[in-house]
């Protein structure tokens, strides 16, 4: 018997490959699972796939010098050569005998050295023709974005991809991001580089990295070294100049910026291991029997802003931050300052005695360390409380609004509202809907909420954010919801945030992941169809797809429904 042709073998392999796709499942659909959905996707009967050769290649146009690109071709080129990703309900596709298989996907970047900055453009076009494939992007980082959709738009053993296929894409907000806490618990350097993969095959921008807090200070500084040797949790659970620029570098290559977090004036328990004369209200229970509570959580501290060598120190620390992080953005934190912690310094006691308010002292801090990190050319981010808490807050006079972005975590839409009616841009965190952390209990110890015989605490889960923000809550939070035109144009995007006094390495995927997905395509392209009419049930059969390539690709995320309700689209929705 003669051996067949390799071409008609790659056929038959090909044919018995899709062609299995179909029968082995009663469904098949004629959508093709993108996450998040394109802003703009069209496939075009008669609803075609084509083999991608063995030897597939991502090629340039013209040269270039930009390593973070040359890296994400790299990825992506091996990528779709070894993916082999089984869809769960397969789309139905249409085989064609005469069609070759893809060789090449051509890249068109027309400014590949663009910085990775916010509102950078991240737009492509693709086009999947039989005979060959473009994408077209102004810069490297919409390339990235491009070749994420490109490469799950492949699928199967061996590799096919979808044909007829034209897209054109740019995201609604510039800033989509993730909060972490490492403070509180500390995360392994390849958990926070998984997390930052997984933000990219999301399209997500924004890596946050709340990197101190009053329980421990891991970050090495070579100018204040003594911060993280003794308010680390352990020597191993640091985060050195060499990590960071591990994950800074990592993020380039995947088109994420590390935003990093200093958190201060509160906040700052841990500096007292190292600088006790700086921090008031260190190292002592939060909540006295009698008097002021001292924290918003265990874990007291708050930096002494009439105290001059507070600034010595910070500013060493911000310099150094500064240097590390080449991130234009400069978070302060400026959140949760406690009164009574003030209240127990004397030095602070003393200028409340002769008329100083806690506002005036929070407002020496922000005078202090404001124009410093402007001199170093970034912008300042802080979270809402530096100017909407109730009790201490600085005026707006003194938080220019060409430098300032203000972070919002409460109250949902009322303070991104304030916020953005005062002229200010604005970040959304509502805790309300992007709190990844809600709902998991307390963590206080020796509390009678939890000795309940008659199930009263089940609503909130036992957490002050409770109950638990599902996939569903966060994809449909509109974030300009209730803003005029010239207001919704503040609101930069939004970040969902995972605290971490629950949290560790044990749980980082199933807490945010898909979960942080719903909201990368609510701020990729939207959370609405072509008519205005919220998608969350056609949503729900394209997550549980996305869920199960994630899975594949080696991020623990959680399920979000039975398999049985996957294999069988539609027959879980309610009735509305």
Not at 61 to 81: D, E, F, G, M
Not at 105 to 131: F, K, M, N, R, W
Not at 181 to 191: A, I
Request: charged share 15%.
């Amino acid at each position: 018997m003669t051996k067949p042709e390799p071409t008609l073998l790659l056929l038959l392999l090909f044919l018995l490959s899709c062609a299995c796709f179909t029968l082995n499942n009663a469904h098949s659909t004629t959508i093709l699972n993108v996450w998040p959905k394109p802003r703009n996707l069209t496939w075009t009967p008669p609803y075609q796939a084509t083999l991608t050769a063995s030897n597939f290649t991502i090629t340039t146009t013209t040269p270039h010098h930009n390593k973070h690109l040359s890296a994400a071709i790299i990825r992506y080129q091996n990528l779709v050569r070894s993916e082999h990703h089984y869809p769960l309900v397969p789309p139905e596709v249409n085989i064609s005998t005469n069609l070759p298989p893809l060789e090449f996907l051509t890249l068109i970047v027309q400014d590949p050295d663009a910085a990775l900055v916010h509102g950078v453009d991240e737009s492509y076009t693709l086009s999947i023709l039989p005979s060959s494939a473009i994408l077209t992007a102004k810069t490297t980082w919409g390339a990235i974005r491009g070749l994420e959709t490109f490469s799950q738009l492949a699928w199967g053993r061996p590799t096919c991809v979808a044909v007829g296929v034209h897209v054109w894409d740019s995201p609604l907000y510039p800033h989509r991001g993730i909060t972490l806490d490492t403070s509180r618990n500390y995360y392994p350097v390849k958990d926070l580089l998984r997390t930052v993969e997984a933000m990219s095959m999301n399209k997500l921008n924004v890596f946050h990295w709340h990197l101190t807090d009053s329980q421990s200070f891991p970050l090495v500084l070579p100018s204040e070294s003594s911060l993280a040797e003794k308010g680390a949790y352990a020597s191993h659970m640091v985060y050195t100049p060499e990590d960071v620029k591990t994950i800074v570098e990592f993020g380039l290559d995947h088109g994420v910026r590390v935003l990093p977090e200093i958190d201060a004036p509160g906040h700052t328990g841990s500096w007292a291991l190292a600088y006790p004369e700086i921090v008031t209200c260190a190292n002592m229970f939060w909540w006295p029997a009698k008097g002021d509570v001292l924290a918003a959580e265990p874990g007291t501290g708050h930096l002494n802003p009439l105290n001059p060598k507070t600034y010595q120190v910070l500013k060493n620390v911000i310099r150094d931050v500064t240097t590390l992080f080449p991130e234009p953005f400069y978070h302060s934190g400026a959140d949760e300052i406690i009164p009574g912690c003030w209240k127990t310094d004397p030095t602070i006691q003393k200028y409340l005695s002769n008329g100083g308010t806690l506002s005036q002292v929070l407002e020496k801090f922000i005078n202090n360390t404001l124009p410093f990190i402007l001199s170093l050319n970034r912008t300042v981010v802080y979270w809402e409380d530096v100017l909407l808490d109730a009790t201490v807050h600085v005026s707006s006079t003194i938080l220019p609004k060409e430098h300032v972005i203000l972070q919002t975590w409460n109250n949902g839409h009322n303070n991104t509202k304030r916020i953005v009616s005062m002229g200010y841009r604005t970040i959304v965190s509502s805790s309300d809907f992007y709190y990844l952390d809600c709902g998991h209990g307390d963590f206080v110890g020796n509390n009678s909420i939890y000795d309940q015989q008659n199930g009263d605490d089940k609503n909130n889960g036992g957490s002050w954010c409770g109950p638990f923000k599902t996939w569903q809550t966060v994809y449909n939070y509109d974030i300009a919801y209730g803003l005029n035109e010239e207001e919704a144009k503040l609101v930069l995007g939004g970040e969902v945030a995972l605290w971490s006094e629950q949290s560790d390495s044990t749980v980082l995927d199933a807490r945010i992941w898909p979960r942080t997905s719903a909201l990368a395509e609510s701020l990729w392209s939207g959370n609405r169809d072509e008519k205005g009419m919220k998608r969350y049930a056609e949503a729900t059969d394209r997550l549980n797809e996305w869920r199960s390539r994630m899975v594949s690709r080696g991020i623990g995320a959680e399920p979000i429904q039975p398999l049985w309700c996957v294999r069988n689209p539609g027959m879980c929705n309610t009735v509305q």
